[in-house]
């Protein structure tokens, strides 16, 4: 077993706190910080920090934040990030104009944990407040025993998706259905489909704003139970008012952080969710 990378992960910004964790980086020589956001696809910086980092952009795709909407991108290439002394090297990177809490928070973009480098394995330790980027091979489950001892750990088979950490797991008494592990999520939530009928005649809220500035809204549900794995987890949901672009749940930083996952490593790995 190799430890390639081991760094340690806040949650403190300019402006005050934030719910996700966040590593510190530089970029082209600018130091900043990046998200560590297991629900992101891609790596993804500001314009505003590829500008002070003297990066060039062309036009990109739209892309899809959290509310469905779409945001308009453009693409960087043969861009370098170091994290922890630890020097990255990426063909191309997805850039967006800084939504505002980026912009007061001094953050410049977000890291997709599980691309960091193809074929590790990476461990967001969300209880002890660090990012390792380890080769273990077969040696991973020993390792993880030893690491955190008396943990629960559920070796949880993936599901083939957008690239964003994806397994089945279920909201009782409903049938599992596809789930994100998203560590760039507040909340816990689930799509109308998932949870037929739950919910129905409460009051929607307001549950904040994707990275595009379009508002989403929903209802909470408190005390529903997260089944995934042989665990299960109590939680207070909200039932998503807006399109998900999946019609399953998504497992925000109300459960994990306290927790541990290890995403990455060869294809068709299992996601390992540790639980104290």
């Known amino acids: 077993m190799q430890l390639l990378l081991d760094a340690p992960i806040g949650y403190e910004v300019d402006d005050g706190t934030t719910h996700a964790p966040l590593v510190q980086a530089t970029v082209g020589g600018v130091a900043t910080r990046l998200i560590l956001d297991t629900g992101s696809s891609d790596h993804i910086l500001t314009a505003e920090l590829c500008a002070a980092a003297g990066l060039s952009t062309e036009p990109g795709e739209p892309g899809t934040d959290s509310t469905g909407s779409s945001v308009p ?30 912009r007061s928070g001094g953050i410049g973009g977000a890291l ?13 330790d969300l209880a002890g407040g ?34 964003t950490i994806l397994v089945r797991a279920a909201i009782d008494p409903f049938p599992p259905v596809v789930t994100m592990l998203d560590s760039g999520a507040k909340a816990t939530y689930a799509a ?16 904040g704003r994707g990275v595009g ?8 549900v ?5 089944r995934v794995g042989d665990a299960t987890l109590p939680v207070d949901l909200l039932i998503a008012s807006h399109e998900m672009g999946l019609a399953g749940c998504v497992v925000g930083m109300d459960l994990l952080r306290g927790t541990a996952l290890v995403v990455g490593g060869p294809p068709g790995s299992p996601v390992h969710w540790l639980l104290p």
């Open 73 to 102: 991108s453009w693409q960087a290439r043969d861009v370098a990030i170091e994290v922890g002394q630890v020097d990255f090297a990426y063909d191309e990177v997805v850039v967006i104009t800084a939504p505002p809490p980026f």
């Open 222 to 226: 408190p005390g529903q139970t997260l």
């Open 130 to 163: 660090r990012v390792a980027m380890l080769e273990a091979g077969d040696a991973l489950p020993a390792w993880l025993s030893d690491a955190f001892p008396g943990w629960r750990h559920l070796a949880l088979p993936p599901v083939d998706g957008d690239g």
């Open 192 to 207: 109308q489909a998932a949870v037929p009928g739950l919910g129905q005649g409460g009051v929607s809220r307001s549950t």
């Open 112 to 124: 997709s944990p599980q691309r960091l480098r193809p074929g590790t394995h990476v461990l967001l």
């Open 213 to 220: 500035g379009s508002e989403s809204f929903g209802v909470d």
